[in-house]
């Protein structure tokens, strides 16, 4: 996940949690509440969890301010600075199981009913399109929708 912050002077901060260290993880989960492994912190992010953000935002700052607290660290107005988006190798990762799924059924609904949300959550619009190429859904993207239409 791309956990994006805008700071006062309007600069954007980029931080993927797969550059995350075992270590950061593991304290990024203890931040949490000690009893949620990585999977459901990643669920927590793409519900923009003010928690789960400020916890890994808090993981990559200390790693230049290492006497940084949890419980002390604040980011103010956070609904407008924070945000978590998922990148394109989790969105290959959301199809293949999806096409699984369809495959299994002979049917495009269950991808189909995901896109509006997974690309609200991309980081960037467009890869949901060109990972449903590269799946060989491309009849679900909007470049082809809007042909059609």
Request: charged share 35%.
């Amino acid at each position: 996940m791309i956990i994006t912050y805008v700071g006062d002077d309007g600069g954007t901060e980029r931080w993927s949690t797969e550059d995350l260290s075992a270590l950061e993880a593991a304290a990024v989960e203890e931040a949490v509440g000690g009893d949620i492994p990585w999977r459901g912190i990643e669920n927590l992010l793409r519900a923009q969890d003010v928690t789960a953000l400020r916890a890994v935002l808090w993981a990559f700052r200390r790693r230049e301010n290492k006497d940084l607290e949890f419980s002390t660290f604040d980011v103010p107005n956070w609904k407008r600075r924070l945000k978590a988006r998922i990148e394109r190798s989790e969105l290959d990762d959301v199809f293949a199981n999806a096409m699984r799924q369809a495959l299994e059924k002979n049917e495009d609904s269950l991808i189909d009913a995901m896109l509006p949300d997974l690309r609200n959550l991309a980081e960037d619009p467009d890869d949901v399109d060109r990972a449903l190429d590269a799946l060989g859904k491309g009849h679900l993207t909007r470049r082809q929708r809007a042909s059609e239409g």
